[in-house]
């Protein structure tokens, strides 16, 4: 993976924080074109990675990306998936028939309903299978070497116990997309306890990593440990604790930590996206503790 990363929840008004900034982020990138806009400010910043939802409105920049592929040759996408606001919102207007209707096509939906809930539970890694291949078909075409599992399933799945689910699509983005699977959670620690017990090793996790532990289950220092002492290909996210620390300092910090693989990030301006790109760069290059176990 690439050492930063950028990200898209300004694109779709995310803030952590404040409600007031959400308004603004929706209103300057109402437009697809501001979203580009901001994307070629950060490849010309050294960025080539962007990892995003599966929004709606993501299809239309990859249209983008397809049309211009000198441009975009070295630019990757990680896709994070499901985009649950987009499920949550076709069950309020389709019902929970129509939904799997319109994202589930085929035969298979046909089974389901003549089976009911006894082929529902019997075949639902099928059914993620699908889901999976429904969400991909916007990026054809598209450098996708990594794909995440959006923390919402994989906290859900860590929390009952579905680890089978966790370790099929691991599988499944290897066989059918020749991708690695990454995962999204709130729970780093527990997460890579059950990969490596279900003999997924060296995973690719991405999760809040800050100096003051926000949204870090267990503490901050439970997730040092982990960093220090277990193999894994940790992604930072959140390193700015929602605005809670200062860039400089988080950054410093973050940098500073072993397995540290990559670092994600997202900004509206040209000026936030060029100064963490030189913050990055500085510390990743001064950090004495960045030596991943091998």
Known sequence: MDRI????????????ISDEKSRAQSIKFKEDRAIIKTL???????????????????????DHIRKNPSKY???????????????????????????LKHFVPGNFVGSLFKGGLAFLSKDYISIMELLIDSEMKMFKGIQTPVIFLQNVITDLLLGLGMNDILVAFHRYVKKKYG??????????????SVLEANGITNPIICSSINKVGFRMSGGREVYEEVLRTKKVRAMAMQV???????????????????????????????????????????YSLTGESMEVIA
């Open 73 to 99: 040759q070295d630019f990757k996408i990680y896709p994070c998936m499901p985009y649950a606001h987009k499920y949550a919102n076709a069950v309020t207007e389709m019902g929970y028939a129509g939904t």
């Open 240 to 282: 700015l604790a929602g605005g809670a620390i200062h860039p400089k300092e988080a950054i410093e910090y973050v940098c500073s930590l072993p397995n540290i693989e990559s670092i994600l990030f997202g900004a509206s301006s040209a000026a936030n996206i060029e100064q963490t790109v030189e913050l990055i760069n500085e």
């Open 179 to 192: 991708a690695e699977a990454g995962y999204i959670t709130m729970n780093m620690p527990k997460l890579l």
């Open 5 to 16: 990363i950028f990200g898209d929840n300004q694109f779709f008004a995310v803030n952590h």
């Open 40 to 62: 070629d400010i950060a490849i010309e910043s050294g960025i080539n990675t962007f990892m995003c939802t599966t929004h709606d409105r993501i299809e239309n920049i990859c």
